[in-house]
């Protein structure tokens, strides 16, 4: 039996990687970028191709992924939280950034039964511990709360989306509660994370017909971040 480095670099291609994740059990989808972390829950039902691109689908994920656009997998089993092991792995471009990353919920056999196929990888020192920053309180009317707030007010039944280069991740249903607080401002159901960080967003560009809007968050600099939501009955008033 090959024993599982506790964290390792694995030198399959990620397109086999990602075809194993249904086997995993539950999962988390989750990518960040410009303050945005976006965060899909559950079990993903099938991986299919669409142009290219590997496509996680099922009632509680819904994510693209290019496998072109990744460079390294890095698997890590040093997290735990009580009891539960929190495995995860990284998927990292070109510049090693991590374009997006999976952890698993349902411990390490599953996880590591799936990954079993491709051997043991190239063993890699533990990631150090990065000290958490600053987490101050938020103002629950900050610009990045005001297309969330609508949506609350409203009832809406909309779409968040986020993208970067070589992903692209959805959530589609209605928000219930905005919560603000520590540095960042948080929607949180059951199959789904948002976490905003303060500050981030200086505006949302809004288009479309008036009554199914799309709203693109801008960073400080006026450039789109890549989260964008939809369906909001109208225009966000500043």
């Known amino acids: 039996m090959t024993e599982n480095n506790p964290r390792e670099r694995l030198p399959v291609p990620a397109a086999s990687v990602i075809r194993a994740l249904p086997s995993m059990g539950k999962l988390m989808v989750t990518a960040k970028r410009a303050g945005a972390t976006h965060e899909r829950i559950g079990t993903i039902e099938a991986v299919t191709v669409d142009d290219g691109w590997l496509v996680c689908s099922g009632v509680e994920h819904d994510s693209r992924m290019d496998p072109s656009a990744i460079a390294t997998i890095i698997v890590d089993r040093t997290s735990v939280m009580g009891e539960q092991a929190y495995p995860r792995i990284d998927f990292l471009d070109v510049d090693a950034e991590c374009l997006f990353s999976v952890v698993g919920f349902n411990g390490l056999e599953p996880f590591d039964a799936a990954l079993a196929q491709f051997g043991a990888g190239e063993a890699l020192p533990e990631k150090p511990v990065e000290p958490r920053g600053e987490r101050p309180n938020v103002d629950p009317e900050e610009i990045g709360t005001r297309p969330f707030n609508l949506a609350r007010d409203t009832k809406a039944n909309i779409m968040i989306a986020f993208s970067r280069p070589g992903f692209v991740q959805k959530w589609a249903g209605m928000v219930e509660k905005v919560n603000p607080a520590m540095g960042f401002i ?53």
């Open 186 to 238: 948080n929607i949180m159901r059951a199959d789904f994370h948002l976490h905003l960080k303060a500050g981030t967003v200086s505006d949302w560009r809004a288009s479309g017909d008036g009554t199914n809007m799309i709203h693109e968050a801008l960073d400080q600099d006026g450039v789109p971040t890549g989260l964008v939501v939809r369906g909001l009955p109208a225009a966000i008033t500043t």
